[in-house]
């Protein structure tokens, strides 16, 4: 992903509908993606988003808050090389703005467009809130590489309150790393005039202290930072977990799971199972509250964390996992983001763990178009779930350690020629077919 462009919002649904429209209008010759955290809006923001069709991430959040630890979500979940930090309520006036800030971007800067305070209603443009001639470098709109946005640790979350996260965040990249603020006037951003709050100036005033604080201590880096640019996919899903990030997590209802799976007659007292990936555990907890004996597998500590109340056991990798135990494992979204190297070790362990009558039922995506298998391994689609797997690798993988697929159940097409499969493995030489 070449780009990725990240903002943070509140209750400003009318200001952003018209932030999101402009950014559509543009013609962006690469690919990029918008990703709006919302921190607890209760008005139409939601619904403003989705008809965007951009990447929306809900914070439930009650009060007002510093959008630092918003806009670190968001940036934390990005994949673009370049990212476009900006407010909310900037307004993309520049037809090509996505295509300069990346292209003129260089290494050992940030670049900061031109932005105008904004009347929407005369179209009058009002002060000049960063530009050549007023050189405030704050990210109204702006890009920078999100390697140096990792080496700072993103947005200060120490900053609660109104204020001074954008000056300290300034600081880090200039005094911190060393970088070059640049001014350009060929990009031009329109910020919306609203109302100013009330008291602002008397509210800034914590926010004012601690920046003069950090200031004098002299570590220009965000509390938490530096972040790790490469993080691995397992960190990536223990972060996914400890935000909740639902687009990744999924939450699958148990009926959807065990229909798919074929697996519904399995679902009764005193079976002892096994779940992989539990994602937000409603289906895990509603399995167990069925009386089936159930455990649970899953690559993050937090993810486990959650269905701890629920299951008899759980387990964080797969060589930890009991001999000759299981009558069923089950596994639901998951193989997608598995490359070869950890389903193939999965499998081992899992048929290992399994009753010689046991069965696996794992679904996996398959897809209708052309794809090199060993190409779809990358890092990105394991995070993403874009793994694909014909029905033949999968039976390869499988029969590589000692299995074999004993019932292919019905496959459902999703959009994009994505193709949902899954199959009931069991130990090679079984009798059992359920
Ligand atoms: C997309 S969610 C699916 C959750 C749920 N099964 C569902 O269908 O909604 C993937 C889950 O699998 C877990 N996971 C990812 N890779 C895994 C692996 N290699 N082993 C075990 N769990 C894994 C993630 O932590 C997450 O909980």
Not at 15 to 31: A, G, H, M, N
Not at 261 to 272: E, N, P
Not at 409 to 430: F, P
Request: net charge positive; aromatic share 8%; proline share 3%.
């Amino acid at each position: 992903m070449r780009c990725s462009i990240v903002l943070a919002t509140r209750n400003k649904a009318e200001y952003l509908k018209r932030t999101l429209r402009s950014i559509k209008r543009q013609d962006v010759p690469f690919e990029y993606e918008v990703i709006v955290v919302d921190d607890g809006s209760t008005d139409q923001t939601r619904e403003v988003c989705k008809r965007a069709g951009v990447r929306y991430i809900k914070l439930e959040n009650a009060i007002y808050r510093n959008p630092a630890a918003a806009r670190n979500v968001g940036y934390r979940v990005a994949t673009g090389k370049i990212i476009i930090a900006q407010s909310d309520e900037v307004i993309h006036h520049t037809p090509n703005t996505i295509e300069l800030l990346c292209s003129r971007l260089k290494q050992g800067e940030f670049l900061l467009a031109t932005v105008y305070n904004y009347i929407v209603k005369t179209q009058q443009r009002k002060a000049m809130y960063t530009g050549k001639r007023n050189k405030r470098p704050f990210f109204f709109l702006g890009s920078l590489w999100r390697k140096d946005l990792y080496a700072v640790g993103g947005n200060d979350e120490e900053f609660t309150k109104p204020g001074y996260d954008d000056d300290w965040f300034a600081d880090c990249l200039i005094r911190g790393l060393g970088l070059r603020p640049r001014f350009t006037d060929a990009v031009v951003g329109h910020h919306q005039d609203h109302p100013r709050p009330q008291g602002l100036s008397h509210k800034v005033l914590p926010s004012k202290r601690l920046w003069e604080q950090k200031r004098k201590a002299g570590v220009f880096v965000a509390t938490g930072g530096p972040w790790k640019l490469n993080e691995t996919v397992a960190e990536w899903w223990e972060r996914c977990h400890s935000i909740d990030y639902k687009r990744y997590l999924t939450g699958s209802l148990a009926e959807q799971v065990w229909e798919f799976l074929s697996i519904r007659h399995l679902i009764r007292k005193d079976v002892v199972a096994l779940e992989v990936g539990v994602g937000l555990g409603y289906c895990t907890k509603t399995t167990a509250e069925q009386g089936v004996r159930l455990s649970a597998l899953d690559i993050s500590k937090i993810g486990l964390k959650r269905v701890e109340e629920w299951v008899v056991a759980c387990y964080q990798q797969p060589d930890s996992l009991p001999n000759n135990t299981f009558d069923l494992v089950f596994s639901h979204l998951v193989s997608q983001h598995m490359s070869d190297e950890a389903l193939i070790a999965q499998l081992r362990e899992v048929l290992r763990a399994l009753k010689p009558s046991g069965v696996f039922a794992m679904q996996f995506a398959d897809t209708e178009k052309d794809f090199s298998e060993e190409e779809n391994q990358s890092k990105a689609n394991q995070k993403s779930g874009g793994i694909r797997r014909s029905l033949q690798r999968v039976r390869e993988l499988v029969e590589a350690v000692g299995g074999r697929i004993a019932r292919e159940c019905d496959a459902r097409l999703l959009k994009h020629g994505v193709v949902w499969r899954a199959v009931h493995i069991v130990q090679d030489g079984a009798r059992t077919t359920i």
